[in-house]
């Protein structure tokens, strides 16, 4: 059975840091590429980064500069290291893994708050 476990949200000020992470397990085919999405209230979700099977990334253009997504290809697990956030980032952040069948797990989430 498949998990996505995530951690690392929390409450932060304007300016500050977090890093995620995001912990795998019982996946039975191969990885296609791993991610961040976001959701704030009232908001759809919507992708924050993503990193493929061969180390391509992309970023939503607000988030450009200021997060790298990176990955441990042994251990399947996901990172997302969050700089200089401000109080538009705030939401929760999950994760999810594309498998090289098309299909896509999610993880539950994790809150981050970013206060001015």
């Known amino acids: 059975q498949v998990h996505l476990v995530e951690s690392g949200g929390g409450l932060v000020q304007a300016g500050g840091s977090l890093r995620l992470s995001c912990a795998t397990s019982?996946?039975?085919?191969?990885?296609?590429?791993m991610g961040w999405y976001r959701q704030a209230p009232g908001n759809q979700r919507d992708l924050v980064a993503k990193?493929?099977?061969?180390?391509?990334?992309n970023y939503k253009d607000s988030v450009k500069g200021r997060f790298t997504i990176s990955r441990d290809t042994a251990k399947n697990t996901v990172h997302l290291q969050m700089n200089n956030l401000q109080p538009e980032d705030t939401a929760v952040y999950f994760c999810?893994?594309?498998?090289?069948?098309?299909?896509?797990?999610w993880g539950k989430g994790t809150l981050v708050t970013v206060s001015s």
């Open positions: 990193i493929s099977i061969v180390g391509s990334t």
């Open positions: 999810a893994v594309e498998s090289s069948d098309y299909t896509t797990y």
């Open positions: 019982g996946f039975n085919s191969n990885i296609k590429a």
